[in-house]
């Protein structure tokens, strides 16, 4: 069995992985971060998967 740790889209996840939160949201409404919703209405994404979107697709523009 394999344990997958979700997170809840949010202030949480985003200071985790140093991004702004409206960014993480924005990746995730446009599908570019697989995501699913629960029942309450929160929306959480996989955690390894927001690292591997925060390495590979979110470059902030000082980095450039």
Same mark, same amino acid.
């Given at each position: 069995? $394999? =344990? +997958?740790?979700?997170? $809840? $889209? %949010?202030?949480? =996840? !985003?200071?985790? =992985?140093?991004?702004?939160?409206? +960014? =993480? /949201? @924005? !990746?995730? !409404?446009? @599908?570019? #971060? !697989?995501? /699913?919703? #629960?029942?309450? %209405? /929160? +929306? $959480?994404?996989?955690?390894?998967? &927001?690292?591997?979107? &925060?390495?590979? *697709?979110?470059?902030?523009?000082? *980095? @450039?």
């Amino acid at each position: 069995m $394999v =344990l +997958t740790e979700w997170s $809840v $889209v %949010g202030v949480w =996840l !985003a200071e985790y =992985l140093s991004v702004p939160r409206t +960014t =993480l /949201q @924005g !990746a995730v !409404a446009d @599908g570019r #971060l !697989a995501s /699913q919703k #629960l029942g309450s %209405g /929160q +929306t $959480v994404v996989r955690i390894n998967d &927001a690292k591997k979107w &925060a390495g590979k *697709e979110y470059r902030p523009k000082s *980095e @450039g």
